[in-house]
Nanobody, 124 residues
Framework: QVQLVESGGGLVQAGGSLRLSCAAS????????IGWFRQAPEKEREFVAA????????IYADSVKGRFTISRDSAKNTVYLQMNSLKPEDTAVYYC?????????????????WGQGTQVTVSS
């Protein structure tokens, strides 16, 4: 079973930056694509970004293109989400998820394992 733990959330002012981390099981980390999703109060969970096995492919939601960057460090068994130029509408609980599928899926149902989430709050 793949275990995922998110960290790096917090409170920042609009225009600021945060770097989220998703730590995964070391023996299986490279065999899984990792996606980031977020859920704001009273809203459905939405796709944010994803990275394929070994980091060859990366995709982003239109709302974060040019502001967020996803990457992975195999030596640390960790996937990162660098978030710059944050806006109040980015406020949400951010979750990372893992799937053995090829590519970088953007659909929730394609992911098999999920972390517990980390809160990101952007003030105006």
């Amino acid at each position: 079973q793949v275990q995922l733990v998110e960290s790096g959330g917090g409170l920042v002012q609009a225009g600021g930056s945060l770097r989220l981390s998703c730590a995964a099981s070391e023996q299986t980390y490279a065999n899984y694509a990792i996606g980031w999703f977020r859920q704001a109060p009273e809203k459905e969970r939405e796709f944010v970004a994803a990275i394929s096995r070994y980091g060859g492919s990366k995709i982003y939601a239109d709302s974060v293109k040019g502001r967020f960057t996803i990457s992975r460090d195999s030596a640390k068994n960790t996937v990162y989400l660098q978030m710059n130029s944050l806006k109040p509408e980015d406020t949400a609980v951010y979750y990372c998820a893992a799937t053995p599928r090829v590519g970088a899926p953007r659909i929730e149902k394609e992911y098999d394992y999920w972390g517990q989430g980390t809160q990101v709050t952007v003030s105006s």
